[in-house]
């Protein structure tokens, strides 16, 4: 997997990834005047994925990489339960699942996943308070359960590895690049590595993409369920609960997830392929809504997954 250590290739995907981010940033204003995270979200995984497919596979495909993008959009993340200074907690596990596949001639070679949670920002900075759940929850990874009964709700201790979990900052108001020069690469969306109260960015969405294609970041895991630890079968059990949802194919037509490559599968367990504002709006808040959680017990995860085939030596 050399050839992802190119530094050209490097610099053509994260100019890619930072359009990609560019355009869905945008695309989130038309859809309402002051959109947040999920809105966000939605916007990157539904317009965002494609821009990013395109030049993407353009420029892989030259060195003799196959491409497949699948992004999935659902209502709301699962919630996890566990003990916050000798008191239960309750969040969503997570904002965002990206997941990183490489075959070799269709054969795996190497998989990895993060999980990513987003906060608005003026400013590429946001201060969290010492007592917010969702950031104890990625600072220490202590033992949790899954509240929803689609999924194994036992005691679950992952561990607390680098690169597993990281917080984003997404620009709250409309910019364009030349107005926001304090963000990494002049983009609208960025990446904490430094889990702190104060956050402060460290780089930027389209930097974490490409270092995750070159497996530089994320955690390593494996999809069979008879080896690897309790990363691992977290990641199987979010993709295998997402997939086996009810899911509407989205404007991209392409074959089944890992049937297929040079495309891009864009699946929502909700949305039709273009929502409208009202249904943007109805996208469910960042807060912990007992009514919502009570009438909503099944929930996917969002989930980008980029696979990689590798047909020639290059």
């Given at each position: 997997?050399?050839?992802?250590?190119?530094?050209?290739?490097?610099?053509?995907?994260?100019?890619?990834?930072i359009n990609?981010?560019?355009?869905?940033?945008?695309?989130?204003?038309?859809?309402?005047?002051?959109?947040?995270?999920?809105?966000?979200?939605?916007?990157?995984?539904?317009?965002?994925?494609?821009?990013?497919?395109?030049?993407?596979?353009?420029?892989?495909?030259?060195?003799?990489?196959?491409?497949?993008?699948?992004?999935?959009?659902?209502?709301?993340?699962?919630?996890?339960?566990?003990?916050?200074?000798?008191?239960?907690?309750?969040?969503?596990?997570?904002?965002?699942?990206?997941?990183?596949?490489?075959?070799?001639?269709?054969?795996?070679?190497?998989?990895?996943?993060?999980?990513?949670?987003?906060?608005?920002?003026?400013?590429?900075?946001?201060?969290?308070?010492?007592?917010?759940?969702?950031?104890?929850?990625?600072?220490?990874?202590?033992?949790?359960?899954?509240?929803?009964?689609?999924?194994?709700?036992?005691?679950?201790?992952?561990?607390?590895?680098?690169?597993?979990?990281?917080?984003?900052?997404?620009?709250?108001?409309?910019?364009?690049?030349?107005?926001?020069?304090?963000?990494?690469?002049?983009?609208?969306?960025?990446?904490?590595?430094?889990?702190?109260?104060?956050?402060?960015?460290?780089?930027?969405?389209?930097?974490?993409?490409e270092k995750?294609?070159?497996?530089?970041?994320?955690?390593?895991?494996?999809?069979?369920?008879?080896?690897?630890?309790?990363?691992?079968?977290?990641?199987?059990?979010?993709?295998?609960?997402?997939?086996?949802?009810?899911?509407?194919?989205?404007?991209?037509?392409?074959?089944?997830?890992?049937?297929?490559?040079?495309?891009?599968?864009?699946?929502?367990s909700s949305?039709?392929?273009?929502?409208?504002?009202?249904?943007?709006?109805?996208?469910?808040?960042?807060?912990?809504?007992?009514?919502?959680?009570?009438?909503?017990?099944?929930?996917?995860?969002?989930?980008?997954?980029?696979?990689?085939?590798?047909?020639?030596?290059?």
């Open positions: 997997m050399k050839i992802f250590q190119n530094q050209s290739l490097k610099n053509e995907l994260h100019s890619a990834a990609s981010v560019w355009f869905s940033h945008q695309d989130a204003f038309l859809e309402r005047s002051k959109p947040d995270e999920p809105h966000h979200v939605a916007a990157f995984i539904i317009r965002g994925m494609n821009v990013l497919a395109k030049h993407w596979s353009e420029s892989l495909s030259k060195r003799g990489i196959e491409l497949n993008l699948t992004s999935v959009f659902c209502h709301g993340f699962p919630r996890v339960s566990f003990e916050q200074n000798g008191k239960q907690s309750s969040v969503e596990l997570a904002d965002l699942l990206v997941v990183r596949r490489h075959f070799n001639r269709g054969k795996l070679e190497k998989e990895t996943a993060c999980l990513i949670q987003s906060k608005m920002s003026d400013d590429s900075t946001n201060r969290v308070s010492r007592d917010d759940p969702q950031f104890y929850l990625f600072k220490n990874w202590p033992q949790f359960s899954f509240k929803q009964k689609d999924y194994d709700t036992r005691q679950r201790s992952i561990g607390n590895v680098h690169g597993q979990s990281l917080y984003s900052l997404i620009l709250k108001q409309q910019a364009y690049p030349e107005q926001i020069f304090g963000w990494p690469d002049t983009c609208c969306w960025s990446i904490v590595e430094d889990l702190k109260l104060n956050m402060e960015s460290d780089a930027s969405f389209a930097r974490f993409l995750l294609v070159a497996f530089e970041t994320g955690r390593e895991f494996y999809s069979d369920p008879k080896v690897g630890c309790e990363w691992s079968q977290l990641i199987q059990q979010l993709l295998e609960v997402t997939f086996n949802k009810k899911l509407t194919a989205g404007p991209y037509k392409a074959p089944k997830r890992g049937n297929g490559f040079d495309s891009i599968n864009f699946l929502s949305l039709p392929i273009t929502p409208s504002s009202d249904e943007i709006d109805n996208l469910p808040p960042n807060v912990d809504e007992q009514e919502f959680e009570e009438n909503n017990p099944q929930r996917g995860a969002n989930t980008i997954i980029i696979e990689t085939n590798q047909l020639e030596r290059y």
